[in-house]
């Protein structure tokens, strides 16, 4: 197919596209394409592969998509090696993951015994720590009690009967059973010994600890107050320096106010020696000029008298020579009035040459006036310049140092603003920091309240069951119901509620520091007078 396309100079318009035509070119141009150029256009812009290649690319994409169908069907055979390895593999994760299933539910049975023993083993050694405190082993003391006093009891009836059924016994055996009491009493003493040791040690340990927390507390007392002596003693310290750098600032200030005020004076005495010498340049000035123009007058003076007595002296010689002219010859005349005339010539020259020179000397002396008069103006001038640039610079000096006080008065508002800050961040943490440590304690002690409240009450589910089962027995029940009590110490007197219910049994010591009975007697009472307050005295355990 033969296209046909009309070019206008810059645009060509192929169909309907149309450019902007140009005018300078005719319209009347055609370009002529043959189809297989018309054809390589199209497949440029259609970006057409040639037919080989787009030949190959089918052919590979074919083979490829062939693979893939091959792939996916051979995947699902079983009869294959793949497919057989794939079977055991499958198999054999299936077979690992039961596996591992009975090994976890194995895990869990054994972790579930094992957490059953320690549970047995915590409520065992709960039983045994529990059996080991003081109100435990005190009941278990009141229960041996009981049980040897109805063993006693059991061998009183028996020595009775026994000794009903012999009285007539031999001695010794009366003897030997007196030994066997005495000693059963020598072993009761000796235990009773070894408790009372045993009570005073512990008293005496509590009383120790007791002192210790008292001086651990004085201790931090006093830490605290030399802290706060030591803040003090600081603040007081920064207080003084400031102070004293103020003072040394303000003499300081005042110093250069007084070298500045000297200097302002010093410069005023210059200037006021400047002007004075100034006028007594000028007069001498005006001196020298005077002085100068009486002896030029005098000069002039001088020169008249001299001219005139040379005027005469040349009259006479005129005449003496008027009469030596008449005298002599003719000739010698006119020789005469020659050098007549050309000595006055010379001293006229001589009398202009000094009339110039006076008159050059006097513009001279009128030009150095001058010139010394403006190098002084011009002097005056430069230094009042100086004077004030130095002026501007001592100003922007005390401005600069004023800005610079100004600056290092913030810069010290700054940091007393930050150490202010921080003391009172200090006592803000302190201050919470006893809070917090209050808090705690009360927290503790209202824990530890509750702790003893319920080891009370399970104390007294187990003592109510022992006494129970006692009771069954027929064993006397008195130690028993007497260790029951409530509140611990052994006491008989009232429980102190906030001191974890404890029931003292004594007080502490007298004013000498001696233990005191459990009565009240004279020594107590004096104590208590003594001591002027209404408050208890001593411990309360």
Not at 333 to 360: P, Y
Request: charged fraction near 40%; proline fraction near 1%; include cysteine.
């Amino acid at each position: 197919a033969v296209v046909s396309t009309q070019s206008t100079g810059a645009t060509i318009q192929h169909g309907r596209r149309k450019g902007t035509p140009a005018t300078d070119k005719p319209k009347d141009k055609f370009l002529i394409l043959n189809s297989k150029e018309w054809q390589s256009i199209q497949d440029r812009k259609d970006k057409v592969l040639p037919a080989d290649v787009q030949l190959a690319l089918d052919l590979q994409k074919d083979r490829l998509e062939k693979h893939q169908q091959s792939i996916e069907q051979v995947s699902s055979w079983g009869n294959t090696i793949v497919g057989k390895r794939n079977k055991r593999l499958n198999a054999r994760r299936i077979r690992e993951e039961q596996e591992e299933l009975e090994r976890q539910k194995l895990d869990i049975e054994e972790a579930e015994i094992k957490a059953a023993e320690r549970r047995a083993a915590i409520e065992h050694a709960k039983k045994l720590q529990y059996y080991q405190t003081d109100r435990v082993k005190g009941f278990h003391g009141a229960l041996l009690l009981s049980e040897v006093i109805k063993e006693r009891e059991a061998q009183i009836a028996l020595k009775k009967e026994i000794n009903n059924a012999m009285k007539n016994a031999d001695d010794h055996l009366l003897q030997w059973e007196e030994e066997q009491r005495q000693a059963a009493e020598r072993l009761e003493k000796e235990k009773s010994a070894q408790r009372a040791k045993e009570t005073a040690l512990l008293r005496k340990t509590q009383y120790e600890q007791a002192q210790e927390k008292r001086k651990l507390e004085i201790a931090a007392r006093v830490q605290d107050i030399e802290e706060g002596n030591a803040i003090h003693k600081d603040v007081e310290q920064f207080h003084k320096e400031n102070e004293a750098k103020t003072k040394e600032r303000e003499a300081r200030q005042r110093m250069l106010k007084q070298n500045y005020d000297e200097h302002i004076a010093m410069e005023r005495r210059i200037v006021d020696a400047q002007s004075q010498q100034e006028k007594q340049r000028d007069e001498e000035i005006k001196l020298y000029a005077n002085a100068k123009k009486k002896m030029a007058q005098l000069r002039k003076t001088r020169e008249g008298e001299l001219f005139q007595s040379f005027q005469d002296h040349q009259q006479a010689m005129v005449d003496h020579l008027a009469g030596l002219i008449k005298e002599q010859v003719d000739d010698e005349d006119s020789r005469i009035a020659k050098a007549v005339a050309e000595r006055d010539a010379k001293r006229l020259l001589e009398e202009q040459n000094a009339k110039a020179k006076r008159a050059n000397m006097q513009k001279e002396i009128l030009k150095h006036r001058q010139e010394s008069m403006r190098a002084q103006t011009l002097k005056m001038s430069e230094m009042e310049k100086d004077q004030a640039l130095d002026l501007q610079r001592r100003i922007a000096e005390d401005q600069k140092y004023f800005q610079e006080q100004q600056e290092r008065q913030a810069c010290k508002k700054v940091e007393e603003d930050e150490i202010q800050g921080i003391l009172c961040k200090q006592a803000s943490e302190k201050s919470n920091k006893i809070q917090v440590e209050k808090h705690n304690e009360l927290e503790g002690d209202k824990r530890s309240a509750q702790m003893v409240k319920e080891e009370e009450d399970e104390f007294q589910r187990y003592a109510d069951a022992v006494i129970d089962l006692a009771k069954q027995r027929g064993r006397p029940v008195g130690p028993l119901i007497k260790a029951k009590n409530a509140g611990a110490g052994g006491g008989s007197g009232p429980i102190f509620e906030g001191k974890s219910n404890l029931r003292p049994s004594y007080q502490a010591n007298d004013a000498y520091g001696n233990q005191l009975p459990r009565f009240a007697n004279g020594a107590a009472k004096k104590t208590a007078q003594s001591s002027e307050t209404n408050k208890r005295l001593g411990f309360v355990w």
